[in-house]
């Protein structure tokens, strides 16, 4: 079974900083992707950014500048830093991840719960 854990949302103010953090376990054989996505009230849930297993990344244009997605290889995690916030940037943030397992060997969509990351002054 493949867990996403996700951690470090919150209550910031215009301007300030946040880091999310998803750590994936399971039996996991390969991680293709881990990434970000953010769904705001009544909108469609939408990227934000995402890295590959050779590092490459694809940030969304509304958030290029301001956030950096990064990725520890060993531990299997993925964290977001989220610089310069604004209220349009509330939303809830999911933690994605497409990897395979010894069960499926097959690649996979796999979600975080997702955590609350509210901009207001």
């Known amino acids: 079974q493949v867990r996403l854990v996700e951690s470090g949302g919150g209550l910031v103010q215009p301007g300030g900083s946040l880091r999310l953090s998803c750590a994936v376990s399971g039996s996991i054989v390969s991680i293709y992707s881990m990434g970000w996505y953010r769904q705001a009230p009544g909108k469609e849930r939408e990227l934000v950014a995402v890295?590959?297993?050779?590092?490459?990344?694809n940030v969304a244009d509304s958030v290029e500048g301001r956030f950096t997605i990064s990725r520890d290889y060993v531990k299997n995690t993925v964290d977001l830093q989220m610089d310069s916030l604004k209220p349009e940037d509330t939303a809830v943030y999911y933690c994605?991840?497409?990897?395979?397992?010894?069960?499926?060997?097959?690649?996979?969509?796999?979600w975080g719960q997702g955590t609350q990351v509210t901009v207001s002054s």
């Open positions: 890295i590959s297993g050779g590092g490459n990344t």
């Open positions: 994605n991840a497409i990897l395979s397992t010894i069960a499926t060997r097959s690649r996979n969509n796999y």
